[in-house]
């Protein structure tokens, strides 16, 4: 099993955005001390606005954007006009394909929030603006992205991701490759302790909550392929 800490990376950001950057795939020019990621998915970012602060408004074109929402509020202002506040432990899947889209994202609050940032690559390119919205439900794992394009439910690819909202004891399984980010909380995975902020690579997954509200984001390929 890998493991790489949040904490003992860099910490930045841009404008009123403050993140520290876990995944910054070689496809999208990487870092020296982050990670590969594993099939499409090529970043992560574990972020945090000011209290108001925004990212300003900046362009997307074949990248696929999911944000998923940890603490606070978030509101997005753009071009994909089915775009919508979001608040904790709800995510969000934005296509941005060869139509491409342009988005800010603001803090409407004067607290900091938090969120997780993933970025993927879509397998066919030229595919016009798309969006996808969840809630998440304790105790399960809500698909977010991936799977084929005969369904509708999430944007299709070979690379899925899911994010669990788990309580305390709660048991969750995985046959294959993954990587697992842990947010919010304690668990054991594989027999080791791991908690917030833990990036996991490993074969075969077994992640038992220790704690409530724990975020579990997983990312593997589809079995099929």
């Known amino acids: 099993?890998?493991?790489?800490?949040?904490?003992?990376?860099?910490?930045?950001?841009?404008?009123?955005?403050?993140?520290?950057?876990l995944v910054v795939d070689n496809k999208v020019g990487g870092q020296n001390d982050t990670w590969n990621g594993l099939g499409s998915f090529?970043?992560?970012?574990?972020?945090?606005?000011?209290?108001?602060?925004?990212?300003?408004?900046?362009?997307?074109?074949?990248?696929?954007?999911?944000?998923?929402?940890?603490?606070?509020?978030?509101?997005?202002q753009g071009s994909l006009q089915n775009g919508k506040s979001m608040q904790a432990n709800q995510v969000q899947a934005q296509r941005a394909g060869g139509?491409?889209?342009v988005h800010?994202?603001?803090?409407?609050?004067?607290?900091?929030?938090?969120m997780l940032q993933i970025w993927a690559l879509p397998e066919t390119s030229g595919e016009p603006a798309s969006y996808k919205f969840?809630?998440?439900?304790?105790?399960?794992?809500?698909?977010?992205?991936?799977?084929d394009k005969s369904?509708?439910?999430?944007?299709?690819?070979?690379?899925?991701?899911?994010i669990g909202l788990l309580s305390k004891h709660k048991n969750v399984t995985?046959?294959?490759?993954?990587?697992?980010?842990?947010?919010?909380?304690?668990?054991?995975?594989?027999?080791?302790?791991?908690?917030?902020?833990?990036l996991i690579r490993d074969e075969n997954l077994d992640f038992t909550a220790l704690s409530d509200e724990v975020h579990l984001s997983l990312i593997y390929l589809n079995k099929a392929n």
Not at 5 to 21: I, K
Not at 134 to 147: A, H, N, Q, R, S
Not at 151 to 162: A, G, R, Y
């Open 1 to 21: 099993m890998e493991l790489l800490h949040r904490d003992v990376l860099h910490r930045g950001g841009f404008a009123g955005l403050r993140e520290t950057r």
């Open 42 to 76: 090529v970043y992560l970012a574990d972020a945090r606005f000011l209290p108001k602060g925004e990212t300003r408004m900046h362009p997307h074109k074949e990248l696929d954007v999911i944000t998923v929402m940890l603490e606070g509020r978030i509101e997005h």
């Open 99 to 101: 139509e491409g889209f």
């Open 104 to 114: 800010n994202e603001v803090n409407p609050d004067n607290s900091e929030n938090r």
């Open 134 to 147: 969840y809630d998440l439900k304790k105790d399960e794992m809500t698909p977010v992205y991936g799977g």
């Open 151 to 162: 369904q509708n439910v999430t944007l299709d690819s070979q690379t899925i991701i899911e």
């Open 174 to 198: 995985h046959e294959g490759a993954f990587m697992a980010y842990v947010t919010g909380g304690e668990g054991i995975l594989n027999g080791i302790e791991v908690k917030d902020g833990d």
